[in-house]
C-alpha cells in the first residue's frame, strides 16, 4: 500500500493528498460548498487550538514565518493533528 497522507477540510471534504512513493501531491475541489462553511472551519479550528493546554505531544518552541510558536499534537477519532499556536 502507499504511504499516503490525506488532509480534509472541517466538513470533512478530502481536500488534498500526498503520496509518498510518487512523490505527489493531489488538490481536491470541493464537493459541496455550504453558506457557513468559513464560519464552521473558524470554529473547528478554535476547538483543535484549544487542545493546546492539554496536548496528547508537545512538539516545542517553532519557528513559523518569522513568528514564535509552540506546537502540539492532538489525536481524534483515528486522525491526529499537529498544530502550532502563538506565544
Excluded at 510518487?22 to 457557513?36: F, Q
Excluded at 484549544?50 to 514564535?68: N, T
Amino acid at each position: 500500500m502507499l504511504n499516503t497522507v490525506t488532509i480534509s477540510d472541517a466538513s470533512g471534504q478530502l481536500r488534498l493528498s500526498l503520496i509518498e512513493l510518487t512523490k505527489s501531491a493531489t488538490i481536491h475541489e470541493p464537493v459541496v460548498a455550504g453558506t457557513d462553511d468559513g464560519q464552521r472551519q473558524i470554529k473547528w479550528f478554535d476547538g483543535l487550538k484549544s487542545y493546546g493546554k492539554k496536548p496528547d505531544r508537545e512538539l516545542g518552541k517553532l519557528a513559523i514565518d518569522g513568528r514564535d510558536c509552540i506546537g502540539f499534537e492532538v489525536k481524534l477519532a483515528q486522525a491526529v493533528y499537529c498544530m502550532a499556536t502563538r506565544q
